[in-house]
């Protein structure tokens, strides 16, 4: 399961470096350009941080007895 997601990032990664090239050198749009760099941003940005990403996912407990 590790590998499909290392190979879907990849793949995600790509797409993104090919729209900042569409958007940049081959045909300039600058707010798809800006857009495209944001989410690069966001995207390097939660992967070096460990902090944010969630430990576990637990359903939760309800608070209180009925």
């Given at each position: ?49 460990p902090g944010l ?9 309800y608070p209180y007895?009925?």
């Open positions: 399961m590790k590998l499909i997601q290392i190979i879907v990032n990849i793949i995600l990664y790509g797409y993104l470096l090919w729209s900042l090239y569409n958007s940049t050198i081959k045909e300039w749009d600058p707010w798809d350009a800006f857009v495209v760099i944001f989410l690069l941003f966001v995207a390097v940005v939660i992967s070096l941080m990403h969630a430990p576990k996912t637990s359903p939760g407990t007895d009925d």
